[in-house]
């Protein structure tokens, strides 16, 4: 079932990508700059130069301007649930191919953007950060349920076990690399992070494979 869309985030949709900007540049350095929790809500609306009453026209609370501001950088990667029509229609010989050349593309986009490894940082080292994105999160575990079960139906993803159960796993699997990678991606040597992320595909597949796969 897919969650409400809260009034103000559908008026804030309907402005211009540069009235949009005129909020999301400043939260964005104020987000990167302190995290979450030391982030001020004052100081982004006197950075946009707009009013309070205006500001709360269009976000519920500081949380709601920090998933817009997540939302805004993710958004060029595209998202999982646009390329599920496409591996939905793949066979069980190419639909993993299809997959390990979906991660590459989100792993290239994702080295060298420093703001998106900070803001991401924030969101894996605080709660209050989690619990605002918890509807982007729950739009991609329902994404990662669709697609295993295109793997399922031919054969490409076991089915011994239950298809929740599944998608829980993969989701928390590509969270946990995420979190690695934006915490110790600075610490890597120039071509580590992409020979990393290449093996850490390994970590997504092998518990989703049928019991009998031979590979």
Known sequence: ?????????????ALS???RACWLDPAELEFCDHGFENASLNRIIAAAGESKGR???YFADKG?????????????????????????????????????????????????????????????????AQRAFAGPLALLRGHIERVLAAGQSVGAVRDDLPLGLLADVALNILITVDH??????????EGEEARFSERA??????????PDNPE
């Open 1 to 13: 079932m897919s969650l409400p869309i809260p009034a103000s985030r559908t008026r804030f949709a």
């Open 17 to 19: 990508d540069q009235a």
């Open 55 to 57: 500001t709360y026209h």
């Open 64 to 128: 709601d301007l920090f998933r817009a501001t997540l939302e805004r950088r993710l958004a060029p990667l595209g998202t999982l649930g646009g390329n599920a029509e496409a591996i939905a229609g793949a066979d069980r010989e190419t639909y993993w191919t299809q997959i390990a050349a979906l991660c590459r593309r989100l792993a290239g986009a994702l080295q060298g953007d420093e703001c998106m490894a900070s803001l991401l940082r924030t969101l894996h080292r605080e709660a209050a």
């Open 180 to 189: 690695w990678f934006a915490m110790n991606a600075s610490d890597l040597a």
């Open 201 to 210: 595909f390994s970590l997504l597949m092998a518990p989703l494979l049928p």
